[in-house]
C-alpha cells in the first residue's frame, strides 16, 4: 500500500488518503467515528445545525475514537462564524469547508492548530484557497451529491492540480478502486468519498434513504436549485422531477422553491419522507449495491486502487 501513503496520509494524520464526505444531517459521530477507526478521515458535518448538537457529536466522536476527524462548515449557513469558533474551542484537528469561501476564518483556525481543506469547484477558488493559507483543496466535480458546481471530476482536477502546490483531493463521482486509481493518475494526493458511505451499516440514515440509493440507476439522480443558484443533486422522486421541471419551465421562483425545500433533507435522513424530503445523492449512486461496515468499504476500495496502481 506505499502508493497510498501520501502527503495526504502525513496532514490528516490517517492511514488511508481518504476523507469522508461531510453530508448535512448525515454525517455524525457515529459515521465519522467509523470511517476514522478504519483509516479513513471522518467527518462531522456542521450544515445548518445549532451548536449545541454539533458540540455534543465532536464530544461524542471524541469518546468513540482515538483518531482524528475533522468537522465540516457549510459557509452559508446562518451560524457558520459560531461554528467556526466552536471547532478551535473544541480541539478539532481538521476542517473541510463548502458552499463559499472560508478565508476570514482560516488565520485562526491556522494559529490554533486546525488543517484547513476547503471544497472548491473551480481553479480560481483553489488558488485563493492556498494563497490564505489552506493545507489543501477538495476539487470536488459536478457528480457529487448536494451542492455542486458545473465542472466534472475528470476536468477539474488535473486543472486544479497544475495550478496549485499544495496537495489536491478530488471528488465526485469516487465509488471504488478504480476512481481512486483515477484520481491519482488526474494528480490527486487523496479522495473524498460520500455516497458510498449512504450505504454504510453505521450510517444512520433513514432506511428508506439507503434503499433508495441501492436501487438507483445510472440515470437516477437529478440537480434541482438552479434558479436559486445553488444547484444540489438528489436521487430522482416524484419531488425533486416536479421541482426541476418548475424551474425549467418558469413556474416556481426562488422563494417558492426555497419554502417548499427548506428541511427537506431533514424529512429525507430522519423520516424518509418521500413525499417532502429530498435525498441529496451522487451520480455515482448506480455502482453502490449493498450495505457493508465502514472498515470493508475502506479496505475494499483502497486494495483496489492498491492493486490497480501497481
Known sequence: MTKLNTSICDILGTRYPLIQGGMAWI???TLASAVSNAGGLGIIAGGSAPIDYLRN???KCKELTDKPFGVNIMLMSDNAEDLAQLVIDEGVQVVTTGAGNPGKYIAAWKEAGVKVI???PSVALAKRMERSGADAVIAEGTESGGHIGENTTMCLVPQVVDALSIPVIAAGGIADGRGVAASFMLGAKGVQIGTRFLASEECVIHPTYKELVIKAKDTDSIVTGRSTGHPCRNVKTKLTKKLASNEMNGTIS?????????GSLRKAVQDGNLEEGTFLCGSIAGMVNEVKPCKDIIEEIMAQASELLD
Not at 256 to 261: V, Y
Open 254 to 262: 426562488p422563494d417558492e422553491f426555497e419554502k417548499l425545500t427548506v
Open 27 to 29: 454525517a455524525e459521530s
Open 57 to 59: 457529536e465532536i464530544r
Open 118 to 120: 476547503p471544497v472548491v
